[in-house]
């Protein structure tokens, strides 16, 4: 479907336009830098959990361009991955670059094709499915340099922040909506019944804030119970987080001479962080109550 035929659907109208703003340009890069020590911490945890250790990288030239080399690929497999699923579903997709106000470097996949909502979202989302199961099938195939796969990894999730953010963004809205993207913003068409679903990215700020408090709030105040209760069960050692790794957040230990515990701030901010980050976007997914019934098609 092209833009100059959604006016001849009945009862369609533009009802939201989602661009790529100062602000969600800013919000989008503190997201992505949030994520990289979310989505490190994951494929690090995979990695370990399939090796049996943490896995390390020369720093020697060749190395570094090998690194360099694959988050290349892996930016372009992202897009082609876009472009494809775009194909599956009829339509013709046109790549691209640009800097969203000197601010925001990235590539792009676009069309003319018009999709409803639930086919736009699996273009939005299948990079980072597609490209994280071959990773981690990859991972368990080729284990002796499983860890070259982290940062790729890690990279192309963290990309994707926008994807999710505009997925999620769209799960508020019905089924029956239309989407018409550029590289620059969406237009969303809905019936005249639908209600305009707001789309800032000024919620996602407070609820990434709340969820950032409560979660240190947490950490803290239940550091004192969880050492008392590990003592009282006799337990030898309890790590949270990745033991003797960069993502350790707190350690205990248990012998003759009593126990210990170690915790690192740095871990807990970063933790605390992450998880504010994921609290944000799941409220931003939250369905929005509509004012009055919405016709659904069949």
Do not use: C
């Amino acid at each position: 479907m092209k833009r100059s035929e959604i006016l001849e659907l009945k009862d369609y109208k533009e009802i939201n336009k989602i661009e790529l703003s100062k602000e969600l340009a800013i919000i989008w890069n503190g997201m992505g830098i949030l994520s990289l020590f979310l989505f490190g911490y994951f494929f690090t945890l995979v990695h370990t959990s399939i090796t049996q250790n943490t896995g390390n990288f020369e720093g020697t030239p060749v190395a570094i361009l090998i690194v360099l080399s694959t988050i290349v690929f892996t930016m372009l497999f992202h897009e082609f991955i876009h472009g494809l699923v775009i194909s599956m579903y009829g339509g013709k997709p046109k790549y691209g670059t640009g800097v969203a106000h000197y601010i925001l470097p990235y590539l792009y996949t676009t069309t003319e094709t018009i999709f409803r909502r639930n086919r736009f979202i699996v273009i939005l989302i299948a990079p980072l499915i597609v490209i994280s199961v071959l990773g981690v099938i990859s991972m368990i195939t080729f284990p002796a340099i499983a860890h070259w796969f982290i940062i790729p990894l890690t990279m192309n999730a963290a990309g994707a922040i926008g994807d999710l953010w505009m997925t999620f963004s769209l799960l508020r809205h019905p089924e029956h909506i239309l989407l018409a993207d550029d590289h620059s913003g969406l237009t969303i068409y809905g019936k005249i019944t639908d209600k305009v679903v707001n789309t800032s990215p000024k919620g996602f700020i407070s609820d990434f804030f709340i969820g950032f408090l409560i979660v240190i709030s947490s950490l803290i105040v239940l550091l004192a119970p969880l050492t008392i209760i590990l003592h009282d069960l006799n337990v030898d050692s309890f790590v949270f987080g990745i033991g003797n790794g960069y993502f350790t957040v707190f350690e205990y230990s248990s012998g003759e001479g009593g126990f210990g515990i170690s915790m690192n701030p740095l871990q807990m901010l970063f933790f605390s962080g992450v998880m504010g980050l994921i609290y944000g976007l799941s409220r931003s997914g939250k369905p929005a109550k509509p004012e009055r019934p919405i016709n659904r098609p069949v």
